[in-house]
C-alpha cells in the first residue's frame, strides 16, 4: 500500500532510541523528511545521518529537554526551518517511574508529567500553526497504563490517562482546525524500556531475572513481546491520507494483554 507521505515532514520526539527512533525509521523509509527531538544530542546526529543514508530524505536533529519551555518553543522553530512544513507530529517522548506509591516522591511525579505530558502538550501547541497549515496530524505515543491501572504504575498510568483526555480533547480543536489527533497505547515492546518492567516483574513475583519474561508474558497473557516497527507501521498509517476519517481515536497494539471493552 502506497501511504502517499514520500516528501512529506514529520518531528519525531524521543527519537534517540527505543519506539522514537523505530517510527523515525520507518517514515524516513516511506520517503519522509524527518526531525529528531530528544536529548541525547550524540544519538540523534547519529541517527539522522543514518536516515539520510539508508533512505535518501532530509533528516534533521534538535537535541532539547522537553520539560523546558524555552527549549521546546526553539525545537519547534527549529523544526519549522529544517523541514520548511511540518505534517506529522510524533510525541514519543517520555518515561515515568515506576514503584511503591508511597516511595515515589513529588519530583518523580513532577518529571514523569513533565516530560511525557506537557512535553507533548507545550510541542503540539507550538506546532499548530504548522500542521494547521499543512493539514497534518498528531499522534501521540501513549500507553495501556492509561485504561489498566496498576499499583506500581501510579505515575505513569496517570500521565498516560491525562494524555488520551488531551488527544480526544484536542483532536474538537484540529476538527475545527483542519488537523487529525489521534493516539496509540502500546503494550510491551522491546525497547531499553522492557529491561525495568522485566525488573518489576521479578521483584513482584520474586524469581530470578532470567525467569522474569515468562512471568511478564503469563501476565500480561500474549506469547510474545512486540517489535518497536510494529508501532511504527501504525504510526505511518495513522498519518497517511488512509486514515483521513481518523479523529480522536486511540487504538491499542498490544498482542491482546487488555482485555476490557
Excluded at 109 to 120: H, P, V
Aim: net charge positive.
Amino acid at each position: 500500500m502506497d501511504l502517499g507521505l514520500k516528501g512529506k515532514n514529520a518531528v519525531v520526539t524521543g527519537g534517540s532510541r527505543g519506539l522514537g527512533w523505530a517510527i523515525a525509521e520507518v517514515l524516513a523509509s516511506e520517503g519522509m523528511n524527518v526531525m529528531l527531538i530528544a536529548r541525547d544530542k550524540g544519538a540523534l546526529d547519529t541517527n539522522a545521518a543514518s536516515l539520510q543514508t539508508r533512505f535518501g530524505v532530509r533528516a534533521a536533529a534538535h537535541a532539547a529537554d522537553l520539560t523546558d519551555i524555552p527549549q521546546i518553543e526553539a525545537a519547534a522553530a527549529a523544526a519549522v526551518t529544517a523541514l520548511g512544513a511540518v505534517d506529522v507530529l510524533v510525541n514519543s517522548a517520555g518515561a515515568t517511574k515506576r514503584g511503591d506509591f508511597f516511595a515515589l516522591t513529588d519530583a518523580d511525579w513532577d518529571s514523569g508529567f513533565g516530560l511525557k505530558f506537557f512535553g507533548a502538550m507545550r510541542l503540539s501547541r507550538a506546532l499548530w500553526p504548522a500542521l494547521k497549515k499543512s493539514r497534518g496530524a498528531i499522534v501521540n505515543i501513549v500507553g495501556l497504563g492509561a485504561r489498566m491501572p496498576g499499583a506500581d504504575f501510579t505515575i505513569g498510568g496517570s500521565v498516560n490517562a491525562a494524555l488520551l483526555h488531551f488527544t480526544k480533547a484536542l483532536s474538537t480543536v484540529g476538527t475545527r482546525d483542519g488537523v487529525r489527533v489521534n493516539a496509540i497505547n502500546p503494550g510491551v515492546f522491546e525497547t531499553g524500556r522492557l529491561q525495568q518492567s522485566l525488573r518489576s516483574a521479578a521483584e513482584q513475583a520474586n524469581v530470578p531475572i532470567e525467569k522474569a519474561a515468562e512471568v511478564l508474558l503469563g501476565k500480561l497473557g500474549v506469547p510474545r513481546f512486540g517489535k518497536p516497527e510494529e508501532v511504527a507501521r501504525l504510526v505511518a498509517y495513522m498519518a497517511s491520507h488512509h486514515a483521513a476519517y481518523m479523529n480522536g481515536s486511540a487504538i491499542e497494539i498490544d498482542g491482546g494483554s487488555q482485555r476490557n471493552i
